[in-house]
């Protein structure tokens, strides 16, 4: 079932990120978003950071000779498929389907059209004296989720990364959870192996929850994200929920958070989870 598209938020009429302030998003009304509402005077800013010019894992420039994607489809090793269903191509360029955004080019995404990234949603009971937790208010229990604290914004989020070209969404989850939420990348061969054999079991039972757009700060009107978010549960809390969680790679600060509806997450995390809070009947 292809994703519904969304109105997007977060990637219009603010300061591009990473960029000081310098880079300015064109202003984009609620009424003007859609590219099928005229907007005669739309002119985008154009930027695409340097620092993903060159890089192994980034598109070539579309004006490069020896640069020839196949939108819409399995390109090599790269997926150009959107989980929205086709994309428009408007003068070579691919077109964002949730609308414009006020910058063209990719800015600091990697790729052309979607950038595919995968977010694992791990989730336990909280207990106090091995007996659920309950809010007063709702007088439902309290559910738990494992939030990590991005480097570039330091804005609260899920654990999630971007899918490696060739790689399958089941291997990004689990390593995009090792990687941020216990700090995989910095632990001996043994303590790795020690630590995927500890999780093996739960997310073998990952449940989906969301796939499609993704109201990134970082969207352009030319390349966007698009996740699929997966939720692990451990409802007897003696998997995951008892490991000793340590922030690496791309995060700073790693914790369990209360799951509660007035959370500040990072793009539209916090709407994942009200999807979770629906299917398991805990506080929102």
């Not at 000081?20 to 998003?25: A, N, S």
């Not at 005669?40 to 930027?47: D, R, S």
């Not at 949603?121 to 208010?137: A, G, L």
Request: charged share 25%; glycine share 8%; with cysteine.
């Amino acid at each position: 079932m292809l994703a519904k598209i969304m109105f997007h938020y977060k990637c219009r009429n603010n300061i591009y990120p990473k960029t000081d302030g310098k880079i300015v998003r064109f202003h984009v009304p609620d009424d003007k978003v859609s590219w099928n509402s005229p907007y005669p005077i739309y002119n985008p800013t154009l930027f695409t950071s340097k620092c993903i010019v060159g890089q192994p894992w980034a598109d070539l420039d579309l004006n490069a000779s020896d640069f020839q994607p196949n939108w819409n489809s399995i390109d090599g090793y790269v997926n150009r498929i959107s989980l929205t269903g086709m994309y428009e191509i408007k003068n070579g360029y691919p077109l964002n389907p949730c609308g414009r955004t006020g910058i063209t080019g990719r800015g600091v995404l990697g790729r052309w059209g979607p950038n595919h990234a995968a977010d694992p949603i791990v989730t336990r009971w909280k207990k106090s004296k091995n007996e659920h937790v309950f809010n007063k208010n709702s007088d439902k229990p309290i559910l738990q989720f494992v939030a990590i604290q991005r480097k570039d914004s330091g804005e609260w989020a899920l654990p999630g990364g971007m899918v490696d070209s060739g790689e399958v969404i089941s291997t990004t989850l689990k390593r995009e959870f090792m990687e941020e939420a216990m700090d995989l990348l910095q632990k001996s061969e043994e303590d790795a192996v020690k630590i995927e054999k500890e999780i093996e079991e739960i997310f073998n039972e990952g449940v989906e929850v969301f796939c499609g757009y993704v109201d990134d700060p970082r969207n352009t009107d030319n390349a966007w994200m698009e996740t699929i978010a997966t939720l692990f549960h451990d409802e007897k809390g003696d998997h995951v929920g008892m490991l000793k969680l340590h922030a690496g790679d791309d995060a700073v600060g790693v914790k369990w958070v209360d799951l509660d509806q007035n959370l500040k997450l990072y793009a539209n995390h916090i709407s994942f989870l009200e999807k979770i809070a629906t299917k398991l009947k805990c506080h929102w």
